[in-house]
């Protein structure tokens, strides 16, 4: 398959709970700027097949509709339809943003009851505006870490560089309304669950049924080479707690032999992860 090409898959955790990757499109990072710390001697053939020319590799803006008996949690809304021409070609984005991408899975962005982003970096809270500026999800809620906005809005000029702080500032009294402190539940069975790491204020999401749990780690866990706790990329502002929390949450994943959704795997982001000695490996389950 083409690597812009989109993953069906679905899933059902019994009672009711069910949760569909919905994939709002890609972009492209610097390799180098991907695996961090990480000499390119160790990460080079993990992506000779699909680094391109100009040193990027395709990332894929991986989101998640929750449906639960008590309502639907979107997880992360992707870039969106805002960012101007010269910085789409920039950051190579391509692809359906999230609105249409839903609508194409089956599902009316009006039904979303509850947005919850793992951060607001560009690329995961782009997509809570219309083009025009209007609510794309009209009557969610809109769930992140009240210490993720303090970051997101402070003026640190390394954590400036890394949010869309005039876009932010257009959504904040929206986001303010329902953010959160720590672990907390959005419906029953769908939990944020606050990390810090990859900035100030990021968070997993944690879904549960019956028969089973989804974990989505954010950009703790983009692709499969992140299931090792000490690899992390170099846009992490807090690259020491990255590294602490990975290793406790992935213990607990593989433990209790949770699904994992990577964020920004673009074929295979859909697995386990397994423990292998002081670290994990990410096994693909479709
Ligand atoms: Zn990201």
Redesign the pocket.
Known sequence: MAITDTVDWRTELGGGVRVALVQAGSFTSDAGTVFGPVPRILWDRLVADEIHEDWTLT?A?NCLLVETPSGRVLVETGVGERMEERRRVQRGVQGHPIVPALRDAGFDPGTVDVVAV??L?F??AGGLLLADGSRAFPRARFVAQRGEWEFALGSNPRLQASYEQEELRLIEGWGLEDAVDGSTEVLPGVEVVRTGG?SGGHQAIVVRGPTGSVGFF??LC?RPWSANPRWVPS?DDFPLTSVEVKASLFRRAAEERWTVVL??EPRRPVGRLAADRDRFRFEPLV
């Open positions: 990332q803006l793992s951060h970096h690329d995961h990859h954010g950009d983009m846009f964020s920004h």
